[in-house]
């Protein structure tokens, strides 16, 4: 991994060589505390680290006092235009704020943010993205360069870099930054770049990825490759769709990259002709399954579970699982490292096998007692 700067978010630290950090933002009204702290709870327990609420206005940013006490994680406010609203987030203990300081009133609203935050501790993310860089500024990149690409990605880490400065001026420096389009390859190359020339942390993602299908994949391609390159300290998937699907994305994303430990990894086969069982429902029970049970007792003491759509792929294809199920005309077979366990009716076969995995789960709680 790119090695960068350490910075401190309200006791999550990230950069250097700490792990990749997961991030999402509520879709609740950040005034209605009960109803946000519900779900960064939810979002918590699935595996997100640090949190992003809306502050729309004053009231939002009051609020945000009762959510940071109750909060389980820490809580960034998402800030722009007014920096009054900004230094009240600040006031009300949020551990980071993501402004554009480019949209604030003024650079001496820009200075109070900067010696607020310092004092508070606080972070923030300098973000730029391709949908907000200033309009005079991509023109000059365009008029430099023939690639409308290649000018925006000049212009974003030209507009990210004017800001971290006006930040600096003031002493301020605990700065993370994105750089951020809903194209994959501009958000490639700016990333890329900046890290060649730069050393901030780095929050990456591929800005209105779009819908749960459509986002997924954009995301996975995107940010996997930025992983994979070594860059990205702390990230977040953005999807028209739920939190807790950005979550969930975010966590497939980083063990898909061996950059967080799955425990257990599961695996399932495509269908085929030989498929005589609904594999579909038998996947998703046992990964939903799973999922249920790695939220109550954390990570379980399997490396891999597999589920099979036949013989054919079962014990052999997936004979390093630890558990393991095949299916066949009406029947399960469960079968461990390759070896039968046993044989069932279908329904009957499920729950055995959830029994077992729960078993083994509840066995590694008594061993840590």
Same mark, same amino acid.
């Given at each position: ?6 910075l ?22 950040s ?5 946000s ?6 979002l ?5 680290e ?7 206005d ?14 389980p ?10 920096g ?19 949209n ?9 943010i900067a ?16 949908g ?5 500024l991509l023109k000059k990149?365009?008029e430099?360069?023939?690639s ?33 389009s ?17 050393d ?5 993602g ?16 995107g940010i996997g490759h ?9 990230l977040?998937?953005?999807?028209t ?10 966590v497939?994303i980083?063990?898909?990259c061996t ?8 695996? +399932?086969?495509p269908?085929?002709g030989?498929? =005589? %069982?609904?594999? #579909?429902? !038998?996947? *998703?029970?046992?990964?939903?399954f799973v /999922? ?9 003491p ?5 589920v099979?759509?036949?013989?054919v ?28 366990y046993g +044989?069932?009716?279908e329904?009957e076969?499920? =729950? %055995?096998?959830? #029994?077992? !995995?729960? *078993?083994?789960?509840e066995?590694?709680? /008594?061993?840590?007692?």
């Amino acid at each position: 991994m790119r090695k960068t700067g350490v910075l401190n978010v309200g006791g999550c630290l990230l950069g250097g060589d700490n792990p990749v950090r997961i991030q999402s933002m509520c879709d609740t009204d950040s005034r209605n505390a009960e109803q946000s702290l519900a779900q960064i709870n939810e979002l918590a327990a699935a595996g997100c680290e640090i949190i992003r609420l809306a502050a729309p206005d004053m009231r939002a940013a009051e609020v945000l006092h009762e959510i940071v006490e109750a909060s389980p994680i820490p809580v960034i406010a998402d800030v722009h235009f007014d920096g009054r609203i900004a230094l009240k987030a600040l006031e009300s203990g949020v551990h980071g704020l993501r402004i554009n300081p480019g949209n604030l009133q003024s650079e001496e609203m820009v200075k109070a943010i900067a010696y607020k935050a310092l004092d508070c501790g606080a972070v923030i993310r300098v973000g730029a993205n391709s949908g907000s860089v200033d309009a005079q500024l991509l023109k000059k990149y365009c008029e430099r360069f023939d690639s409308p690409e290649t000018a925006m990605t000049e212009a974003l880490i030209s507009s990210v870099i004017s800001q971290c400065a006006l930040l600096e001026k003031y002493g301020f420096h605990n700065i993370k930054v994105s750089l951020k389009s809903s194209s994959v390859p501009v958000t490639l190359d700016a990333y890329k770049k900046f890290s060649e020339r730069y050393d901030y942390p780095l929050h990456i993602g591929i800005t209105e990825a779009g819908t749960l299908r459509r986002g997924m994949i954009k995301s996975a391609v995107g940010i996997g490759h930025l992983l994979l390159s070594g860059i990205g300290d702390t990230l977040r998937v953005s999807l028209t769709a739920p939190p807790i699907e950005e979550v969930r994305t975010a966590v497939s994303i980083l063990e898909s990259c061996t950059l967080r430990e799955a425990m257990p990894e599961l695996v +399932s086969c495509p269908t085929c002709g030989r498929t =005589e %069982i609904d594999l #579909k429902f !038998l996947a *998703e029970e046992v990964e939903n399954f799973v /999922d249920a049970l790695k939220i109550s007792v954390g990570k379980l003491p399997f490396r891999k579970i597999a589920v099979m759509g036949c013989i054919v792929n079962g014990p052999g294809e997936a004979r390093d699982a630890d558990w393991g199920i095949a299916g066949g005309r009406e029947k399960i077979a469960i079968f461990r490292f390759g070896e039968l366990y046993g +044989s069932y009716p279908e329904k009957e076969g499920l =729950e %055995i096998f959830k #029994k077992i !995995l729960k *078993e083994g789960a509840e066995s590694q709680i /008594d061993k840590k007692i």
